[in-house]
Structures are given as C-alpha cells and as structure tokens.
C-alpha cells in the first residue's frame, strides 16, 4: 500500500537537528493530513524543499502541525521521459478535469493555450486565479496518485506564445481531427527520437490539444513550424471532447516512451541502467528547474 505524500515548500529535513520536529505542511496540508487522520506509529512520504525523498513516522498530531521523525531517506525517483501538455483553453472546468488526471498519468507539465476557438478568455487577474486554483488541483492529484513531483503549470499563453516554448523539444506532436489517419502517434514518437539520438527516458515530447471547435487551420501551421521535429497527429476515428483529447494523448506517449508500465524489466532494466547516458541528449528535470528546463522562453509575450 501507497503512503500518504506530502510536498514540502519552505523545509529541507536533512537540515532538521532534533529527532522530532514539526512537519512544516501548508495550511491545506495539513487539513489533508488531518482528514486522513493519521495517528502517531503511521509513516508517510515526504519530499522536501531539496526535492529529497523521506518516509517519516508521525509521533504526534495534537497540535496544529504533525511531529515527525526520519525513518528512513529514499532514493529521488529518476526523471525519466517528459511529457508536456499545451491544452486549448476549454469552457467550465474542463481545464481542471485535464489537469487533474493527466497529472496522475505523469503529465511533467501544462501550458493552457489561448486559441481562436477558445470560449473562455481570461484577463491578467482571471489568468492569475485561475493558474492558481490550477496549481492546486496539480499538486492536490500529485499527492494523491503519488507522483514524485508536483507538475508546472504556467499562465495561459496565445497559440504564437506557445510556438515560442516549442524549439527545443525532442517533438511535437499537435493532435488534430483533420490530420490523415497515416499521421499516426507512434511514428511522430519513434521518428523523432530517431532523428536526434535522443534516448526515451531523455526525451522531452509536447503534445498540443486545442479547445472545443478544434484549432484553426493557421494555428496548426504556426504550430507546424515551430520545431523541425512538429507533426499533425491523430487520435484515431472517434471524435473526442477536447477533455479527453487532453488525457488520452499524453497518456499514450508517456507509453510509447516506457512509462505507464510499458518500460524494460528484468535484465533488459539492469542493462539499460550501466548504460553510459549520451552526452548530446541529456535534458534537465522540469520540476527542479521550471519550464526554463525544457522550455528556454517560457513566460515570453504572448500574442
């Protein structure tokens, strides 16, 4: 059985001096930590402001924060293939349903993506709450499916503040119901790779979906040409809402990488592990450097 996960902002445990110390969780946290209702002897995983991973054992819950102590550092979980997510901004809390279980899957990241055939448009201070409640809901999924990072999200950007993140990725691949049924997402997958050495587990793979309505035709092509390695996928025959698109189309790259249980086992595993990594496809963690990690731009203007 999983443990509880917890996500610390502002303490690093390897600098805590005393055996018992205060787990120092947000407010939210800590009413989780409560509806949970753990009792002292139950252990839960914790990863720190370091990024470092920590199962603890509560010692005490009768105050605000519980008391805990070190039962034992694990081993940080390797970053492995990054999927980003660039979901069309869509109407109700269709953003939230994407966001929440595309996190669970192992979506590294979102961009929300203002596009012409966006109903909602969202302002500097609508942009903002929403991004926050947004972020939320990532870190809230994250503990619960046990991820060992908590997924960016970044404020909405138009369809040309998108394409300006794109350049460095491994591949895009931009989900499109035009697209012909050969522009199949394992090929865009594979030939990307391929075309730039880049191992699985190194690469870095944005995946577009548009809102309700589909992306124009002039956003797919701007979209087209962002990245050398961009191609027009599709999903199969089905008309999917854009919601389903947004879970369904990370979820099938992150296996097609060797996530999702589709990686190697046994000694094919211990193989790949001695490997010597190629110094030409190395790619930072997301989570420990901001979107700047797979994205150079992010937060350049919008359109």
Not at 233 to 261: D, H, Q
């Amino acid at each position: 059985m999983s443990l509880p996960r917890f996500f610390l902002e502002n303490q690093v445990l390897a600098d805590e001096t005393e055996a018992v110390f205060p787990l120092r969780l947000s407010a939210d946290d800590a009413r989780h930590a409560r509806v949970l209702r753990l009792v002292p002897g139950e252990h839960v995983a914790v990863v720190d402001a370091d990024a470092d991973y920590f199962e603890c054992e509560i010692v005490d819950f009768s105050d605000a924060l519980p008391l805990v102590s070190i039962a034992r550092r694990e081993e940080a979980a390797a970053d492995g293939p990054q999927v980003i997510l660039l979901q069309g901004l869509a109407k109700g809390d269709k953003m939230e349903t994407v966001i929440r279980h595309a996190t669970e899957v192992g979506v590294a990241a979102f961009v929300p993506v203002a596009c012409k055939r966006s109903v909602v448009k969202l302002d500097g201070k609508k942009a903002a709450a929403k991004t926050e409640r947004w972020r939320a809901i990532a870190k809230s999924a994250a503990m619960q499916s046990g991820q060992p990072r908590i997924p960016e999200v970044s404020e909405p950007v138009g369809v040309r503040g998108a394409c300006d993140l794109l350049a460095s990725a491994t591949a895009v691949l931009v989900c499109w119901e035009e697209a012909p049924e050969s522009a199949r997402l394992r090929e865009a997958v594979q030939g990307a790779l391929a075309a730039t050495g880049t191992p699985a587990a190194d690469a870095r793979i944005a995946v577009v979906v548009g809102p309700e309505g589909g992306l124009a035709d002039d956003e797919v092509r701007e979209l087209l040409a962002c990245n050398p390695r961009a191609s027009l996928v599709t999903l199969g025959p089905s008309i999917l809402r854009t919601e389903t698109a947004g879970i369904v189309a990370p979820a099938l790259v992150l296996y097609e990488l060797g996530a999702m249980g589709n990686g190697p086992s046994g000694d094919a595993a211990a193989h790949r592990s001695d490997e010597e990594p190629s110094p030409a496809v190395s790619a930072p963690s997301v989570a420990a450097e901001g979107f700047a990690a797979m994205f150079p731009r992010c937060g350049a203007g919008d359109e």
